[in-house]
Structures are given as structure tokens and as C-alpha cells.
């Protein structure tokens, strides 16, 4: 069925292509899973729509929905921009986490200016953050002392335990009543949003990104490049290009726009750090990348899709009796789904 629907598109409209896959592992996925309700006794149409009705039929789901978008593009962005010379950064999740705990550090000592400054100032921060925690794998890779698969992975939960440090250490707030968090940052420390919504300016962020990054790729010297060390790294390197500063630039890069994602988040959504700043953005957006290929405009559909996903798991908790993982069950299936392609093609 999924071939069938990749030939068909492909065939139509050759650029349509990165979309045609994504749409073949998305129904692929959603068959596996309807299987799994019916083996439990739940009826997936009305599952299905229950997410639908509750992320896409009212102006606060489906803003709610671009709520979960924004950090899903910019940690899909963080797997696609390395992917284009082979390195597989699955180290989002830190990278976001290093990212939101630079930027707190600026909201909370540089909290009396103005907002300009210093959301430009958390930013920045927030983008070296993740871009230097990358920037270590890259190294490793680089000088061929770890695969940057490994150390990015591992490198996750460092981070993660270095933002319980200070939530619970330094930075805990002491009219926090003993909760895990810092204090609440200053007006000047949050990120504009929409009118009587959580929609923030980090969309605007990230839809940017993604233009950028398809640019880069498509019209560029640099996107050149990248495409000669993916299609042969060693004719690459005999030719004189630069194939080592391209994986620690790569990787710094793609651990940057998480940092980002991590900046937003912390900012706009939960306005001061906790330890539970992500649900598994970082996981979901490696997830998203893969399905999409990389590809920029299978990146924006997947992002959509899954967040739609995430935000409507809630409700089948009462509508269908079931756990509130359910969402994280369906996103397994579909990595399992893309996997499987994925070792079947090669």
C-alpha cells in the first residue's frame, strides 16, 4: 500500500516525493496501530477521530497543536541538517535541555533588560548551548574517537541531570515550597505570543530554519558540498573539501536550532525551568526527520501530523479508556514502521 502510494504521487509530481513517503509510513503506521486497539477491544475510527475532533476542531486545539509543532521542527531540523553528510545526531532531547538551561541563566541574572536584548541575548545563549553540547560529538566523530550516534545519545542524559542539578541546587526558587524549579523569569524573559493563545514567536523561529536550511541545500555552494561528502566521503576528501569541518559545523548547527527549541520552550511555554521541560521533543523530532528524509517539506508535514498525535493523546484517555502513553505507543509504532522500510531498502 505505502509503495503504491509513493509511486503514484512520485510519478504525478516528482517533488512530491518527500511527501509521498512520509504519507506511505503514516498510513503503514496507523494501520499497525488500529490493529493494536482492535486486539484491546477499542474501536480505532472513533480513536482517531476523537484526536482529530479535539486537535483540529476548535481554535484552541488546533492552536495548541502549533504549540507542539514549534519544537518538533527545530529538533526535526537539529537530525536533518548533520543527516546530509550521514551523522545521525539522536541527541536532541540534550541539546534542547542544554539550550533551555543556558537561556535561563540569562533570564534570570540579566532579567532587568529590556526584552529586545535580552530575549536576543537568551537566544544566542540558547543556540550556543545546544550548538556546544553538539559540537562534542562532532569533535569525536571528527577524529574518528566515537560514533557520534553513541555520544550524542548518551550525552542526553548528562544533560538532563545537569538541568535536575541546579532545578533542585542553585538555581531552586525558595518560594518554590520544595518543588524542583527556578523562579519565575521576568516579562522582559518571555517570548511574544498570539492574542489568547500560547503561539508563540518560536514558530516563526522555526518555519525560518527550515526555509534556510532548504535553501542552503537546493541553491547554494555549501549545499553543493554537502551533497558531494554524502554521496562519497572519501572522493569528497580527495577533492580538498573540508569533510572534517563540516561534521563539527554540522553538528554544531543541528544541536543549535534544538538549543533554540529549548530556549522557546523555556520561555514562552513554561516561563522558568523544571525538569520536566520536554516531554521527548528531541525523541519525536529524530522520529520526524527519519520519516521525512530530511526533506524540508515532508519535515513540516510530519511535525504537523505528530503534534497532532501528541496533543490529542490526552483525550483517549476518556474516550477510550486508555493510558495516557498511548501516544507515545503510537509514535513507537510508526519508528518501528520507518526502520522496517528502512532495513528493507538496504
Known sequence: MADTLRAALAFRHPRLEPVARFGGLLVLGLAAFALLLLVFGRNPVRAYADIV???????YGFSET???VTPLLLTALAVAVPSRIWLINVGGEGQLFVGALCATGAALYLGDWPRAPLLAVMALLGFAGGGAWAAVAGVLRARGWASETISTLLLNYVAILLVQYVVFGPWRD??????????????????PSLPDSRVHAGLLVGLIALATFAFVVTRTRWGLDLRAIGGNVEAARRLGLPVTRYVIVLMIVGGGLAGLAGMAEVSAIQGRLRPSLSPGY???GFLISWMAAGHPAGIVGAAFVLAVITAGGDILQMTQALPGSVANILMAVLLFVVLA???ARS
Do not use: C, H, M, W
Not at 475532533?53 to 481554535?59: E, F, I
Not at 525558595?174 to 517570548?191: H, K, L, S
Open 174 to 191: 525558595p518560594e518554590g515550597v520544595n518543588y524542583p524549579q527556578t523562579a519565575v523569569f521576568t516579562d522582559a524573559a518571555i517570548v
Open 53 to 59: 475532533a479535539s486537535t483540529l476542531g476548535s481554535a
Open 282 to 284: 528531541g525523541y519525536t
Open 66 to 68: 502549533l504549540v507542539k
Open 341 to 343: 522500510r528502512s532495513g
